[in-house]
């Protein structure tokens, strides 16, 4: 395959951007089929920017602080990423919550990775909170972005144990390296056609996600 017709994605950062460092090199070993078109973060100065620019992948900074509002924000944000022409955009660690205006124009085209086994524990410090509640397992979900925050359907769930010695970092870095597995998983599968956003729920391959979507389990520690 010639790369025109490869998936053009634009990764949507606000920090260290580890889950795109798995996209790059997912990228280099040629085990991920896409064109990583743009990096743009919110913030400036993250270590996620230098990655992109390792990788030479254009990086862009677009500062949600410069805009009166989220609505204008949001309506740089879309004519920047467009400019991309992209086919998937990827919300890795991107930490700016996004208008109906915005969901809607990408609806079916854009993923979000978040640390959860959603739908438990939706919105911020997910890990704590799952320490708290005494949860046994906890893990991580990439699903479809739609209006409602951490709602949208799921493509893929890792689960990993919770020990009685974690800490929100130690556990943090467990679920991390799912995070590191299942996301290049989605988007290939999204890059080779076999993924699709079919009336509010996850299909691959012709058959429909369960509402947790694609289940992997981990037994590391
Ligand atoms: N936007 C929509 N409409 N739907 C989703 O599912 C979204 C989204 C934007 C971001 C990521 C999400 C996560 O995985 C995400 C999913 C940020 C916040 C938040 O409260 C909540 C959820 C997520 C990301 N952000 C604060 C805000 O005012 C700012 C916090 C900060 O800057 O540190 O936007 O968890
Ligand atoms: C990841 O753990 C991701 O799940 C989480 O932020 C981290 C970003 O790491 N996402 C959210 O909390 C979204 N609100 P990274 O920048 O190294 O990819």
Redesign the pocket.
């Known amino acids: 395959m010639s790369s025109t017709n490869k998936a053009r994605v634009v990764v949507l950062i606000?920090g260290s951007g580890s889950n795109l460092q798995a996209l790059i090199d997912g990228v280099a070993d040629k085990s991920l089929p896409i064109d990583l078109v743009a990096v743009i973060s919110n913030r400036p100065e993250v270590m996620g920017l230098e990655r992109a620019v390792k990788a030479n992948i254009p990086a862009e900074v677009l500062d949600h602080k410069t805009f009166a509002d989220r609505e204008r924000f949001d309506q740089a944000l879309m004519a920047m990423i467009d400019s991309y022409h992209p086919d998937l955009v990827v919300?890795a660690g991107?930490?700016?919550?996004?208008?109906?205006e915005?969901?809607q124009h990408y609806l079916g085209k854009m993923f979000?990775?978040?640390?959860s086994l959603l739908p438990k524990f939706q919105?911020?410090h997910t890990h704590q909170r799952a320490i708290d509640a005494g949860e046994k397992r906890h893990g991580v979900t990439v699903?479809f972005?739609?209006?409602?925050?951490?709602?949208?359907p799921a493509i893929v769930q890792a689960s990993v144990p919770v020990f009685t010695s974690d800490d929100a970092s130690s556990l943090a870095k467990r679920v991390q390296r799912q995070e590191h597995v299942i996301y290049p998983l989605a988007v290939k599968w999204f890059a080779q056609g076999d993924l699709h956003m079919i009336d509010g729920k996850s299909v691959l391959k012709g058959e429909p996600l369960p509402p947790s979507g694609f289940q992997i389990e981990s037994d590391e520690t």
């Not at 991107?94 to 109906?100: A, D, S, V």
């Not at 979000?112 to 640390?115: D, E, G, K, S, T």
Request: charged content about 10%; hydrophobic content about 40%.
């Open positions: 606000s919300l991107f930490m700016r919550i996004l208008t109906p915005f969901t979000n990775i978040h640390p919105g911020l699903h972005v739609t209006a409602e925050l951490d709602g949208g």
